[in-house]
């Protein structure tokens, strides 16, 4: 069982920079797989960035791509997510997800069916 916690939501004016953190349970998390999506009220949920484990293989959503930056620190078990340039569209709950498959390939970093294990989510909103 991984226990996944989500920090560092909050509210944020459009143009401003905003960093999540995600803390993973369990001994292997090098390994895992972890990803970031997000759900905007009325909406479905939509994938962000991930980060694959066994060779750090980013992932990004294009509708963020030069703008948030996924990353991970093995020893501390956490993955990150630096959004800069963030924009009222950005205004969501963020969900940290892990996958312990170790054959997942690129295209199914994506795909929230590929996760097994959920963060109970951290808010971010975007507004003046």
């Known amino acids: 069982q991984v226990q996944l916690v989500e920090s560092g939501g909050g509210l944020v004016q459009p143009g401003g920079s905003l960093g999540l953190s995600c803390a993973a349970s369990g001994r292997t998390f090098r390994s895992y797989n972890m990803g970031w999506f997000r759900q905007a009220p009325g909406k479905e949920r939509e994938f962000v960035a991930a980060?694959?484990?066994?060779?750090?293989?980013?992932a990004y959503a294009d509708s963020v791509k030069g703008r948030f930056t996924i990353s991970r620190d093995n020893a501390k078990s956490t993955v990150y997510l630096r959004m800069t340039s963030l924009e009222p569209e950005d205004t969501a709950n963020y969900y940290c997800?892990?996958?312990?498959?170790?054959?997942?390939?690129?295209?199914?970093?994506?795909?929230?069916?590929?996760?097994?294990?959920w963060g109970q989510g951290t808010r971010v909103t975007v507004s003046s």
């Open positions: 980060i694959r484990g066994r060779d750090s293989t980013t």
């Open positions: 997800a892990a996958s312990l498959r170790l054959g997942i390939i690129f295209s199914q970093l994506g795909e929230a069916r590929e996760y097994e294990y």
